[in-house]
């Protein structure tokens, strides 16, 4: 029976079979082994196998850094 991983953070590469996982939690990143089977896939979560563990990740949202439009600059 494989140990089960749960884990919050961004995935740095799209899941793919075949190749290792890279999961950024906070300045860590986490190394997986090569990736079996995906399981889930969703904005919010994702759930795959590696050779070794079962990996459940809760996707933190990226930051996107946004302007303020020039017309509601003038009303701060």
Do not use: D, W
Not at 23 to 30: D, F, H, T
Not at 44 to 52: D, G, I, P, Q, V
């Amino acid at each position: 029976m494989k140990k089960t991983v749960e884990v919050c953070g961004k995935l740095l590469f799209p899941l793919q079979e075949g190749h290792c996982a890279v999961i950024v939690r906070g300045a860590e990143c986490i190394y997986t082994s090569l990736v079996v089977k995906i399981l889930e896939q969703s904005a919010e979560r994702a759930c795959f196998e590696t050779m070794n563990s079962i990996y459940r990740v809760s996707l933190q949202p990226v930051p996107v850094k946004r302007t303020m439009p020039p017309f509601l600059a003038m009303c701060a």
